[in-house]
């Protein structure tokens, strides 16, 4: 029932930051936990960083210190704020939300490239 929309994917470049916006169609104080993962071409989709409602947070380690989630539970949006991005970063991100009894739901994924 859940619906995750994404945007703000694109091309920026190496160094640059870019924001990435998941808006969901329920509260997301329904969630257990929300996130981001990434999938680049030939390789299995990788968490990048995830927060739970009670405020535990997992971050890849090639994202801590780059990425935050910043949300905004008046918007029911969960965002990935990324800076200081690498070519390694280029992928395909999708949000993630998981409900009670580990139901989850997945966006339709954004591309984001860092080229020069």
């Known amino acids: 029932q859940v619906q995750l929309v994404e945007s703000g994917g694109g091309l920026v470049q190496p160094g640059g930051s870019l924001r990435l916006s998941c808006a969901a169609s329920v509260s997301i104080f329904n969630f257990n936990a929300m996130g981001w993962y990434r999938q680049a071409p030939g390789k299995q989709r990788e968490l990048v960083a995830r927060i739970s409602n009670i405020g535990r947070t997992n971050y890849a380690d090639s994202a801590k210190g780059r990425f935050t989630i910043p949300m905004d539970n008046v918007k029911n949006t969960i965002n990935l704020q990324m800076n200081s991005l690498k070519p390694e970063d280029t992928a395909v991100y999708y949000c993630?939300?998981?409900?009670?009894?580990?139901?989850?739901?997945w966006g339709q994924g954004t591309q984001v490239t860092v080229s020069s």
């Open positions: 993630n939300v998981v409900r009670e009894l580990g139901y989850e739901t």
